[in-house]
Every structure is written in structure tokens, then in C-alpha cells.
């Protein structure tokens, strides 16, 4: 007995000198998912905002459909009233009902968002998870080999990861303010402008004035109104609302994701330079370590695939939608000039928050594939002619799979960078100059 009770102690001292440091990242990964992430978190509330449950494992979804309905209800709701005034002033002028194209355009597409993330909530989700505990470096059988300097290694990996979360909060914060502007601009002007119409310009009569162009239908029943004023004001009112939570929400959660697996790839770069480092790893560990790597790859390949095919079609949606509407912009902001810098300064903002909505998309996906680009290099730059010949073997592999990089397509037509993103805003300043010239005849 007390023979077998030693070799079960040796055992286990043994298993906790194998898989201890392997425990020390997967511990390290836990206490990075456990610190606050400022912008991941508001953009898990603005989809639950809209019914959307993108992190199950943190809030329930029992109310979700209920709020999805409600949502798309008072969406439906608002579009109809712009639609209405479009359809009332569609002879006047363009200039009377561009801002109420605009709004349109934003509402329906926060609509297709909202159900187009839904019906992909499950895959949404588990790249979400997946990215806030860093399941893709867990288990990856790295720090079970007998490297020299394991603590030096697992503190770099960590140093790129909350380097990378940094990044990630302070471009989702500022989109955050950004989005803000127009959003506060729409919810206070009402009540601006009754100050303004009541107490500067002494009116006899003043009233309540909209948030913006529309034709709410009510009924008249005697002295009453169904539904009431207030009702129809307090209706429009929540309109920038859900503009602002399918703007920001989904289009952040596209950085979140792209900036996370450039982060991976920036990891897995520094894998590789290493990877015949006679410091960090010795001679005899370098091809299961690289082995380490080429698993490490699958699975980021694996990530991208998923955030491929979330974001695939609906960023052709969102595409095409800005570059209609950053063509009304330059429309209207060269109408406004003429009549004053107070709705120039507006129009300028909103100008501001679709060029970044866009711009977004195409930067963080040219910072991913930026990255593999790299990657390529590091393959080959790392001294692998004068490693084993299986250590040569996998670098060859390695090379033929990286000559392909990581690129998000917009719907397969063609992939998001910054060239792309100059051709968006080339089309849209080609349908201004033609929506001028026609306006103009």
C-alpha cells in the first residue's frame, strides 16, 4: 500500500510538472476574460437592446423575441411615417425629404441586421465566447514541452493579448462618441427649439415641434387624438435610438472580432520568430513546437471562416447602403450651405459617422489581412534551413497554405480593404455629381 501511494504521489508531481505552465496560460486567459472590457460590453448591450443575445452566458434570452417584436413594431412604425412625408413632398423638392430618406435608410438597415444576427445568433455567440476566453490558445499543448523559459514566454503572449483588448476598447469607445453626436442632436433639438421659439423669438403660439420630418398617422375622435401627441412625439423620439444601437452595436462587434484575430495572428507571429531561438527553444523541442504553431494557424483559420461567413452578405448590405447615403450627405451638404452653418455643422457629423461606419469595416479587415501577410514572412525568415528535415517539411506546408491570406469578402464580390474603401467613397462622389446635374436640369 504504501508502495502504491508513492508512485501515485510521483504521478501526480510529475502530471503537475507536465501541465503546470500549460494551466498558467489557460489561468492567464481566465483572469483576461474576467477584467472589464469596456467596449466589448456595450456592444453586448446595444444587440440585447435590440433582442439580440450575443453573450448567453452572461444575461438571459428570455425576453429577447418580446423585445425583437416590440423593436421591429415601433421600427416599422417610424419608417412608415418617413415614407408618408416622402410620398407627401416626393413633388416639391429632393431637398425637403433627403433627411427623411436618410433616416429610412438607417432604420431598415438596423432592421435586416437585427434579423439577419438572430438567425445566425448561435455562431455569433460562440465567436464572442470564443474571443472573450481565448479558447483558440487554450489546450494548445505549447507550454507541456520542456522549454527553458516558459514564464518569459507565456508573459509575452499575454503583454500582445492585453496590448490588443487596449486597442480594441479605444476604437470601439470612440466609434461609441461618435455615433453619439447625431443621436443627441436628433433627441435634443425638440426641445431647443420650443426654448428657442417660446422664449427667444416670443410667439404667441408655440408648440412642440417633431424630431424630425415625418407623417405619423392618427385618428380623430372629436377633440381627441389616437394615438396622441405625445405618444407620436415620444415614438419619433426613439428613432435615432435604434439607429444608434444597430449602428454601433453590430459594426462594433466587426471590429471587436477582426481586431481580436489580428491580435491571434500577432501572437502566432511571435510563436514563429521564436521558433528557432536557441534562448526560448532548444534544439531538440523546435519541431513539436512548431507543431504547436501549425495548430495554432488551423484553428485562427478556423475563427476567420466563422467571422467570414457572420459577416459575408450583410456587409455587402451595409456597402451599398453608405455609399447611397454618403452621396444624400454630400447632396445635402452642398444645398445647406446656403442656409446656414448650424445644419451644416449636423450634416457634418452625420457625414462623419457614416464615412467612419464604413471606414471601420475596411480597416480592421486590412489590419487582419495585413497580419497574415506578415505571417508569410515570418515562415520564412525564421532559420529553418538549418533545422531537422521534418522542421523543413512543415515550413514548406506552412508557406503554400499562408500564400493565401486572411480576407473578409464583401458578399464574394470583392474583399475589404483600403483600397476598396476608396472605391466606395469614388461611387458615391460619382452619384452625387450625377444626382446634382439632374436636380439642376
Not at 59 to 84: D, E, H, M
Not at 296 to 325: G, M, T, W
Not at 331 to 337: N, P, R
Amino acid at each position: 500500500m504504501h508502495k502504491k501511494r508513492m508512485i501515485r504521489v510521483l504521478f501526480k508531481q510529475y502530471r503537475i510538472h507536465q501541465y503546470g505552465m500549460q494551466d498558467q496560460l489557460d489561468h492567464e486567459l481566465e483572469r483576461i476574460d474576467k477584467l472589464p472590457k469596456l467596449g466589448l460590453l456595450w456592444v453586448e448591450y446595444s444587440a440585447y437592446a435590440l433582442g439580440v443575445n450575443i453573450a448567453p452566458r452572461k444575461r438571459s434570452s428570455k425576453y429577447c423575441r418580446l423585445t425583437r417584436i416590440a423593436v421591429l413594431i415601433v421600427n416599422l412604425s417610424i419608417i412608415y411615417s418617413l415614407v408618408a412625408f416622402i410620398m407627401e413632398n416626393y413633388l416639391i423638392s429632393f431637398e425637403t425629404y433627403v433627411e427623411a430618406v436618410l433616416l429610412t435608410f438607417q432604420l431598415s438597415v438596423g432592421v435586416v441586421k437585427m434579423f439577419h444576427f438572430q438567425s445566425k445568433v448561435e455562431s455569433c455567440s460562440q465567436l464572442v465566447f470564443s474571443t472573450e476566453t481565448g479558447e483558440v490558445l487554450k489546450s494548445l499543448g505549447l507550454f507541456n514541452l520542456e522549454l527553458p523559459r516558459k514564464k518569459e514566454l507565456l508573459s509575452s503572449v499575454s503583454l500582445i493579448l492585453l496590448n490588443n483588448w487596449m486597442i480594441i476598447d479605444r476604437q470601439v469607445m470612440f466609434f461609441f462618441k461618435i455615433v453619439c453626436m447625431p443621436v443627441l442632436y436628433y433627441c435634443v433639438r425638440p426641445y431647443f427649439q420650443y426654448i428657442f421659439d417660446c422664449y427667444i423669438k416670443d410667439k404667441d403660439t408655440c408648440e412642440m415641434t417633431l424630431t424630425y420630418p415625418a407623417i405619423v398617422p392618427y385618428l380623430q375622435l372629436g377633440k381627441y387624438e389616437f394615438p396622441s401627441y405625445v405618444i407620436r412625439f415620444f415614438l419619433l423620439q426613439s428613432g435615432p435610438l435604434w439607429c444608434f444601437f444597430a449602428v454601433f452595436g453590430f459594426n462594433s462587434l466587426f471590429v471587436v472580432l477582426t481586431r481580436y484575430e489580428s491580435g491571434l495572428i500577432k501572437v502566432l507571429r511571435f510563436l514563429v520568430q521564436n521558433s528557432t531561438s536557441d534562448i526560448l527553444v532548444p534544439k531538440d523541442q523546435r519541431v513539436k513546437y512548431l507543431q504547436c504553431c501549425v495548430r495554432l494557424f488551423a484553428r485562427i483559420s478556423s475563427h476567420h471562416n466563422q467571422i467570414e461567413n457572420l459577416f459575408k452578405y450583410i456587409i455587402l448590405v451595409q456597402c451599398s447602403v453608405s455609399s447611397i447615403l454618403i452621396c444624400m450627405l454630400l447632396y445635402k451638404i452642398s444645398t445647406v450651405l446656403e442656409v446656414g452653418w448650424v445644419w451644416m455643422g449636423m450634416i457634418m457629423v452625420y457625414f462623419v459617422t457614416i464615412a467612419l461606419e464604413i471606414t471601420l469595416y475596411n480597416v480592421s479587415a486590412q489590419k487582419v489581412e495585413s497580419q497574415s501577410e506578415l505571417l508569410f514572412h515570418d515562415w520564412y525568415n525564421c532559420s529553418w534551413y538549418n533545422e531537422s528535415r521534418e522542421f523543413k517539411f512543415m515550413i514548406k506546408m506552412m508557406l503554400l497554405f499562408s500564400r493565401r491570406t486572411f480576407v473578409l469578402s464583401v458578399g464574394g464580390f470583392t474583399s475589404l480593404s483600403h483600397k476598396f474603401l476608396v472605391q466606395v467613397f469614388r461611387l458615391s462622389a460619382n452619384f452625387f455629381l450625377l444626382l446634382r446635374n439632374m436636380n439642376n436640369k
